[in-house]
């Protein structure tokens, strides 16, 4: 019977080694390519947002009001890249008001390895860069002929 026990024993101990490596993680290609379709998607979001809000205001505004809409998409790239990141997926500071990782400043901490859900941070980070990208767009709606362009881009 303490055979019997102690061979069962070896074998689970033998088999818990393999059932503990790490996997390294596998890329799901169906789920990143939804996402790089949804990132396009919502890229062309913001020339279809200038073409309507310039189609709202009077024929002397449009170029200026279709040109918020096109600087936000440079802007907010530029800062998303520089510290948009860190900041949206840090750990809390300030009791959660703000997250803060200064590892990921200039997207510096991602790598091709990081993964959630099978898909590259990198697509993730790409997927997230396009909100931040059409949200000041959205807003410069509000205040379409209403501000100069280098008021808005002071706002951005």
């Not at 939804?34 to 024929?59: E, N």
């Not at 590259?120 to 997927?127: I, K, L, R, T």
């Amino acid at each position: 019977m303490k055979k019997r026990i102690f061979f069962i024993g070896f074998a689970i101990s033998m088999m818990l080694p393999a059932m503990t490596q790490a996997q390294a993680p596998v890329t799901d290609s169906g789920a990143t390519s939804w996402m790089l379709i949804s990132t396009a998607l919502v890229l062309l979001m913001v020339p279809g947002l200038a073409m309507f809000y310039g189609g709202l205001v009077r024929t002397k505004n449009v170029l200026g009001t279709m040109m918020h809409s096109f600087a936000a998409m440079g802007i907010m790239t530029v800062s998303w890249v520089v510290c948009g990141y860190a900041m949206a997926f840090g750990p809390n500071v300030l009791g959660g008001w703000v997250g803060w990782n200064g590892a990921n400043l200039l997207l510096r901490g991602i790598d091709e390895s990081i993964m959630a859900g099978g898909i590259p941070e990198y697509v993730f980070s790409m997927f997230q860069a396009k909100f931040a990208i059409i949200t000041p767009a959205l807003i410069a709606g509000a205040f379409a002929e209403r501000i100069s362009f280098k008021g808005y881009c002071i706002f951005i």
